[in-house]
Every structure is written in C-alpha cells, then in structure tokens.
C-alpha cells in the first residue's frame, strides 16, 4: 500500500522506502492546503519529467527550502545547477540504483523546453520500482508504442499515473490503451482540469475505464489516498 497525495496539475507527493518523492512540482498551493508550502515539502526527491513550467515552476523555491536532489534529464538537472540546486542526470533509457529503489527513465512523446528558452532535453517519464512498490509516472506524453517496453524491461506494475486531459498529452481514450501496453489495471489520472485546454469529461473517463475492466482514480488536489 502506498499513500499518495495530489497537489494539482501532474504534482504527487508520496513515500516509499522512508523517503519523500516529489513528482512534477508545480503545486496548487491554494488549493492543496495550508500544509503544503515550498518551505514545509521538504522532499528528498523531486522527479521532473520534462522543462515546461507546468511540471516545474515551484521546483528552485522548493529546492532553495530543502535538501532535495531533481532527478530530470541531463538538460533539466544543468539548468536547475546554475541556480545552485543539485541534481542527478538521466537519459532516456537509462536506470539508476538510487536509496529508495530503482529508477528508469523511459521515453515519452512530447517536447521539453525550460521557462527561459533553454533546450530541456528529451521529455520522459519514470519507472520506479523497490521491494514494496513498482509503478509508472508518464509525466505529459503521446500514446506511444514505446510504453509496450515498460512490462517487458520492468517489474510488473502496481500502477502507473497518466494524463487524461488531451489536447497537450494523451486524452482518456489513448490512456485506456497506454494502460494496455504497460500491463497495468490500477490508473491514477493527472494533467486535467487545470485551464480550460485541458477539461476533462470526468463521467466518460471513468466509463471508458470500467468498460474496459481497468480501475482508474481521480483524484482530488490536497487529497491523500492509498493504492
Ligand atoms: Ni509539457
Ligand atoms: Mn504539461
């Protein structure tokens, strides 16, 4: 059982292993609560998926606050050590043995630029898997016959976070195939709702996903919840 907490947009907070892992921290403060602040986080991880300011705009105050170490891309983990935060480069492909398990970065489709025009590297997402838990983080990406790697490189996964609002990633139907080609039945969704771009029909998502005998979660930002 793993408790996970959305703080909005593609922002989940969890823990495993005794350490904190923040996932894409662009974070609803408003919305998540008063106990979620730059300064109060305090994770051990921050895991970025890609350059946009979407998945990462309270990523230096949060670092600046903690002891955090990014792991992103090679482009994104430079650009982040010029403002004195540290980091662990990855590329695509590649894993990593780190102190709370495994971690690979696998491809996703999509583009990656930092807010200020630097070229952020590959857009990717992670696989992340310890004794206790083995799940997938798409961050934004296509549907993509490159998620049919997933089961055949990783342990079998308990489950996978995906985006469901369209127009910038995947939209819910792709996502019911995505969950096919990772082998995994247990969805969290993400990346919808946050602007008008990205609405998602929560009724029809959740249909799709029970026709399709797949479990999908929406969850609420400043909600924790188990899987
Ligand atoms: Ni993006
Ligand atoms: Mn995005």
Same mark, same amino acid.
């Given at each position: 059982m793993t408790n996970i907490t959305f703080l909005g947009q593609s922002s989940f907070l969890m823990e495993t292993k005794g350490k904190t892992l923040l996932f894409d921290p662009m974070i609803s403060f408003d919305k998540a609560g008063p106990e979620y602040q730059v300064n109060t986080l305090q994770p051990?991880?921050?895991?970025?998926?890609?350059?946009?300011?979407?998945h990462l705009?309270?990523?230096?105050?949060?670092?600046?606050?903690?002891?955090?170490?990014?792991i992103s891309s090679f482009e994104v $983990?430079? +650009?982040?050590?010029?403002k004195g935060l540290k980091g662990h480069p990855m590329n695509i492909g590649g894993k990593f043995s780190f102190d709370f398990g495994q971690v690979k970065y696998v491809s996703a489709v999509h583009s990656s630029v930092l807010p200020d025009g630097t070229y952020g590297g590959p857009a990717g997402g992670? $696989?992340? +898997?310890?004794?206790d838990v083995s799940f997938y983080f798409a961050g934004d990406t296509a549907l993509t016959m490159d998620m049919k790697l997933i089961p055949?490189?990783?342990?079998?996964?308990?489950f996978a976070i995906l985006p469901l609002g369209d127009n910038f990633t995947m939209g819910y139907e792709d996502a019911v195939l995505a969950a096919d080609f990772i082998a995994c039945d247990h969805i969290i969704g993400?990346?919808?709702d946050t602007f008008d771009l990205i609405k998602l029909d929560h009724q029809k998502?959740?249909?799709?996903?029970?026709k399709a005998g797949k479990k999908l979660i929406l969850p609420e930002i400043g909600k924790t919840f188990s899987i």
């Open positions: 051990d991880y921050m895991l970025i998926s890609h350059g946009h300011s979407d705009a309270d990523a230096e105050a949060i670092g600046k606050a903690s002891a955090s170490t990014i $983990v430079s +650009w982040f050590s010029t992670f $696989v992340i +898997w310890n004794d055949l490189t990783c342990p079998k996964l308990d993400c990346h919808y998502a959740l249909e799709t996903f029970e």
